[in-house]
């Protein structure tokens, strides 16, 4: 089965920039999604096909994907993107998407 | 706005079944795929199930392969999982969530939670 591969903690300054990756196979021949989790809430999109930014989600995120990875920046980094993230790829053979590992971004 | 709503999460025990249900409301429910992510305890995300818009091609996890069957109710706006031999491993809060045509998951429930446990 396919497999998604984050780093499990990325910490950065408030105002710094974030770099979340995602790991897979040829991932750069599939459409990435990255979810931000807050705790004790539900996932939320914050990027999809790549790099399109849905309404509402700050012009700070962006992503890109090519190879074998994907990556998720956070310009200009505040306090409350502390979250969660996961990325996922979706095959369009597949009628789903594989949820990566996760990673947990930590404000300091 | 679209909203769904997962019920049926329980204390059960290992080996046993249990039958979760989604109720979805405020969109054309029989459009869209659907599927279920769970999440254990301190854990991450974990997709496992899912079915087209109209039944015709259903997928699951490798875990979950076998034991549980994904089925949905168009006429009821309804999405359910009929979960077999539960083990501890299945354990955590399962989201019901709508896919776009865009390919991600812009609806999510608060989810429902399921323990197993003897």
């Known amino acids: 089965s396919y497999e998604l591969t984050q780093s499990p903690s990325v910490a950065v300054s408030p105002g710094q920039t974030a770099t979340i990756t995602c790991s897979g196979n040829n991932l750069g021949e599939k459409y990435v999604t990255w979810y931000q989790q807050r705790p004790g809430q539900s996932p939320v999109v914050v990027m999809y096909q790549n790099d399109k930014r849905p309404s509402g989600i700050p012009e700070r995120f962006s992503g890109f994907n090519s190879g074998n990875t994907a990556t998720l920046t956070i310009g200009g980094t505040q306090a409350i993107d502390e979250s969660d993230y996961y990325c996922q790829a979706w095959d369009s053979g597949r009628a789903w998407g594989v949820l990566g590992t996760g990673t947990k971004v930590s404000v300091l | 706005e679209a909203r769904v709503v997962e019920s049926g999460g329980t204390l059960v025990h290992p080996g046993r079944s249990l039958r979760l249900s989604c109720a979805a409301s405020?969109?054309?429910?029989?459009?869209?795929?659907m599927h279920w992510v769970r999440q254990g305890p301190g854990k991450g995300l974990e997709w496992v199930a899912a079915i087209s818009y109209d039944s015709g091609a259903t997928a699951y996890a490798d875990s979950v392969e076998g034991r549980f069957t994904v089925s949905r109710e168009n006429a009821k706006s309804s999405l359910y999982l009929e979960m077999n031999s539960l083990t501890t491993e299945d354990t955590g809060f399962y989201y019901c969530?709508?896919?776009?045509?865009?390919?991600?998951?812009?609806?999510w429930g608060q989810g429902t939670l399921v323990t197993v446990s003897s």
């Open positions: 969530v709508r896919q776009t045509p865009q390919y991600y998951f812009d609806t």
């Open positions: 405020e969109f054309a429910f029989h459009d869209y795929a």
